[in-house]
């Protein structure tokens, strides 16, 4: 049986968004943990813990919680950090336990007024995970992007 950390180039996930904000905003609603407690659990979920020390070999940690008291918590470790225009970060799920991890990559890239993000989230092991991932940074983002926008 094959690794699962050895996933095939489909079990990719791409997600872009214009934001009305400079690329530095962007960037740091995206890495500062008082802004990641807003925006970083998708849907009805909230954010209850955020730290990340953003340097190469530093590590992020954020705790989300369910509307019915589920909690997740995610881990990972800064493997590029190039502020304000590019992050790329391993990806694992602390809680519930799983024997995986994937590599997400943001690009910030400025355009006049707005930023383009543009998220790559690759290394994922199956379909299913392909699926929940694609949904949970959507409803991340749809959070992420008001949360520039409004500019606070």
Not at 53 to 79: A, K
């Amino acid at each position: 049986m094959a690794s699962p950390n050895l996933a095939e180039p489909t079990d990719v996930v791409i997600i872009r968004r214009t934001v009305n904000a400079s690329v530095q905003r962007a960037f740091s609603v995206w890495t500062d943990p008082q802004a990641v407690k807003l925006w970083s659990a998708p849907g009805p979920w909230t954010t209850t813990h955020a730290e990340a020390d953003v340097r190469v070999g530093g590590h992020y940690r954020t705790h989300m919680r369910g509307p019915n008291g589920e909690e997740r918590h995610l881990v990972g470790t800064y493997l590029e950090v190039e502020p304000p225009h590019r992050l790329r970060f391993t990806h694992h799920w602390d809680k519930p336990k799983n024997s995986w991890s994937s590599e997400v990559t943001v690009d910030f890239r400025a355009l006049g007024d707005t930023t383009e993000v543009i998220l790559t989230h690759a290394l994922l092991p199956d379909d299913s995970s392909k699926v929940g991932h694609t949904q949970g940074w959507n409803g991340c983002f749809e959070k992420y992007v008001a949360l520039v926008n409004a500019g606070v």
